[in-house]
């Protein structure tokens, strides 16, 4: 994909730069850079999604492994540059892990929607 730009902050393409607040980086070693609040509001939400796995542990088919992936994405969020194709499939997977409790779902969500996607 060429490089190209649309909009603020949106970065497209081979090595993709900055990128602030829910925009998007496309291409082949495309990184979406988190900037230092963005990381700080994504480490709240991920607390906050750990705490609703501990609330309905009892709920989800898998709670084990939604708590792995999310120490994973925790992992991948300190770093401040994650691969995206990596965290948005990462994400697929816990949305459907967390599928039968929606308080546990729309937690994900919140973190999607946080890294812009």
């Not at 963005?38 to 991920?46: D, N, P, V």
């Not at 949305?95 to 919140?110: E, W």
């Amino acid at each position: 994909m060429d490089e190209r730009s649309a909009g603020t902050n949106i970065s497209l393409g081979k090595g993709a730069n900055y990128v602030h607040g829910s925009q998007n980086a496309v291409g082949a070693g495309a990184q979406v850079n988190i900037d230092t609040h963005a990381r700080s509001e994504i480490r709240e939400l991920i607390e906050q999604l750990n705490q609703k796995i501990d609330e309905h542990e009892n709920e989800l088919d898998d709670a084990n492994s939604l708590r792995s992936s999310t120490e994973v994405l925790a992992e991948r969020v300190a770093n401040g540059a994650p691969d995206r194709s990596f965290v948005k499939v990462l994400l697929a997977g816990m949305t459907t892990l967390a599928a039968p409790v929606a308080a546990v779902a729309d937690a994900i969500n919140k973190i999607r929607q946080a890294i812009g996607f």
